[in-house]
């Protein structure tokens, strides 16, 4: 086997704090961003929560013409979504979400979690129902993205701490030839 066969062609990275300055994690991804965009320039999409209605988010540089023609098959699957570049260094390609329209099936979809892979929400506390409902929608958005423009690609979804757990399951049920890492 050689090395080319184990290298992605396309990288996912989810997280709570992409282009959302709260903790540890943002230092992380922000600071091996560029070494990511230097070996694999616009193959890596950085995706995060879209916190920002209406305001300027000066992390987030909106680009309404990137992946154009997949943006709108994305609101057809559902999904409300900005595309972008993240400010810092290598500006890397991002897609934020508004997740908040999935509390409305929060219910079906703690259910799919229950039956799938026995993960228990009736004891879950705090913010668990936000970061649950980001996840899940990050799960949702690499797979339209996935159908869309990458299936036979060599794909990696990288979930970023617990906040990005329920997306990478989500995956690893519905599309599992996309690699998954926690």
Sequence with gaps: MSNETLKPD???ESSWEVCNKVGGIYTVLSTRAKTLQDAKKD???FIGPDFWEGKENPLFIEDKKLFGKWTKQAELDGLKIRTGRWNIPGQPLVV????KPFFEIKNDIYGWCW????VDSLHAYGDYDEASMFSY??????????K???TGKKVVYQAHEWMTGLGALYLRKNLPQIATIF
């Design 115 to 118: 039956n799938n892979f026995h």
């Design 43 to 45: 193959c890596v999409v």
């Design 137 to 146: 929608a990050a799960g949702r958005v690499v797979e339209s993205f996935y």
């Design 96 to 99: 934020l979400i508004d997740f």
């Design 10 to 12: 396309f990288i996912f």
């Design 148 to 150: 869309f423009s990458l």
